[in-house]
C-alpha cells in the first residue's frame, strides 16, 4: 500500500488515497463514489516522472490523473506493468500490430463468409437470383434466342449432362443474342450461352465441354461462392430486398471464379463428358483456337465491339477463363481423345441457327 494524490480533471483538489496493487489492476481506496477506483494495468499511461515521482493516467478515464511518490513504488509496478517502460514506439508497435491482426481476422472472415453463407441460401432464394441475372445480361446482350429446334437440341444435350452430374435442381439453358463468345453459370441452375459462342464452336463436342463445365460450376455453386465473396454483404442485402441486380450481373461477367473453383469445374466437366462417351479434347482445343484468335485477328472482337462496347471486354470468355497449361494438361490426362458425338447433324444445324428468328430478316 502506497499513498498518493488523486486529481479528478475538473477541479485542482489534489485528494490523498491510498494506493496497491494487483496482477492486472491499480486499486484506489480513499475515493468518492463514482471515482474510478480500479485501474487496469494494460490501460495504464506513465504521464510523467520525476525523482521517484510518477504522474499516471488511464486510458479508461482520460482526465483523471494519480501521482504517487516513492521509489519501491515505481519498481512494484515496473514489476507489474513492464510495457510502461517501453520505449513508446514499441507500444505502438503493438497497438498496429493489433491492428493487422485484426484486419487478418477480417479477411479470413471475408475469405470463409462464403463457405458458411453459401450453404444458408435456399434453393428458391439461389433460384430468384439466377432468373433476374439471366433476364438482365439478355436484356442488356441483345435479347433472347429461342429458335425451338435449336432450343431442343441444346437442351437436350445439357439435360443429358446435368443428370451425369447428379444436380440437386434442375438446370435452365438461355441463349444470348450477341456475338459476345461467352457462357456463364449464374445460381439457381441457370446457364446462359451467348450465341457467339454456337457460332464460334466446330462441333457438338466443344458446345458440350462448355456445358459441361458450367454444370460443374452449377454443382459447387461458384457463382453464390463469387458474389459472396465479392459483394458480400450487399450482395445479400440487395437480393434479399428485390432490388437491382446490376452488381450481380457484372460481377458473374467479368470476375474468374478462381483457380481451384476452375479446375473443380472442369474435373465435373471431364467426369460426366467420360460418362457421355463424349471427348474432351475438342472442349480444350476450343480455348487453345479462341486465345490464338483474338492474338491473330481483330476482326470478331471489332463485330462484338460495335454491337456491345461496353459490355465486350467484361463478356468474353477468355476473360473469366483464360487457357492455362494446368487444365490442357488434365484434360489430355482424363479425358477421351476420341468419342461419339453428343448431336446429330440436323440438331447441329439446328442449333446453328437458334438465332435466325424472324427479326433477324430485317
Ligand atoms: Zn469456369
Given amino acids: 500500500m502506497w499513498s498518493g494524490f488523486f486529481f479528478d480533471g475538473v477541479t485542482a483538489e489534489a485528494k490523498p488515497v491510498q494506493v496497491s496493487l494487483t496482477p492486472a489492476t491499480l486499486e484506489v481506496s480513499g475515493l468518492a463514489p463514482g471515482q474510478p477506483a480500479s485501474w487496469n494495468l494494460s490501460s495504464l499511461q506513465l504521464v510523467a516522472r520525476g525523482n521517484a515521482r510518477m504522474d499516471l493516467a488511464t486510458g479508461d478515464h482520460p482526465q483523471v490523473r494519480l501521482r504517487v511518490d516513492g521509489a519501491d513504488f515505481a519498481d512494484a509496478l515496473k514489476a507489474a506493468a513492464p510495457e510502461l517502460w517501453r520505449p513508446q514506439w514499441r507500444r505502438t508497435g503493438r497497438i498496429v500490430g493489433g491492428l493487422l491482426a485484426g484486419a487478418a481476422v477480417l479477411v479470413a472472415a471475408l475469405f470463409y463468409l462464403p463457405r458458411v453463407m453459401v450453404p444458408l441460401i435456399s434453393a428458391s432464394y439461389a433460384e430468384r437470383i439466377g432468373a433476374g441475372v439471366a433476364a438482365q445480361v439478355t436484356t442488356l446482350f441483345g435479347g433472347a434466342c429461342n429458335m425451338l429446334a435449336g432450343q431442343a437440341a441444346l437442351e437436350e444435350l445439357a439435360y443429358g449432362l446435368a443428370d451425369e452430374a447428379g444436380l440437386d435442381h434442375p438446370i435452365v439453358i438461355h441463349v444470348v443474342d450477341s456475338r459476345v463468345v461467352n457462357a456463364l453459370a449464374a445460381p439457381g441452375g441457370h446457364i446462359l450461352v451467348f450465341d457467339g459462342l454456337i457460332q464460334k464452336a466446330n462441333s457438338p463436342s466443344e458446345v458440350a465441354g462448355v456445358l459441361a463445365h458450367e454444370i460443374g460450376h452449377v454443382k459447387y455453386k461458384h457463382s453464390l461462392t463469387s458474389l459472396s ?22 460481377v458473374l461477367l467479368t470476375t474468374s471464379f478462381g483457380r481451384a473453383a476452375e479446375a473443380e469445374a472442369d474435373e465435373t466437366a471431364i467426369r460426366i463428358l467420360n460418362a457421355r462417351g463424349i471427348s474432351s479434347e475438342p472442349f480444350a482445343q476450343f480455348f487453345d483456337r479462341l486465345a490464338k484468335g483474338d492474338a491473330r485477328t481483330g476482326s470478331d472482337k471489332d463485330d462484338a465491339a460495335t454491337e456491345q462496347s461496353n459490355w465486350l471486354k467484361m463478356g468474353n470468355l477468355l476473360s473469366t477463363h483464360p487457357p492455362s497449361p494446368e487444365r490442357a494438361a488434365l484434360v489430355r490426362e482424363k479425358g477421351l481423345v476420341e468419342g461419339t458425338s453428343p448431336m446429330s447433324d ?17
Fill in 229 to 250: 465473396r465479392s459483394i458480400g454483404a450487399q450482395f445479400i442485402l440487395t437480393s434479399m430486398m428485390g432490388g437491382s441486380f446490376g452488381d450481380t450481373s457484372s
Fill in 346 to 362: 440436323s440438331e447441329w444445324r439446328d442449333l446453328k441457327a437458334i438465332c435466325e428468328t424472324e427479326d433477324d430478316v430485317f
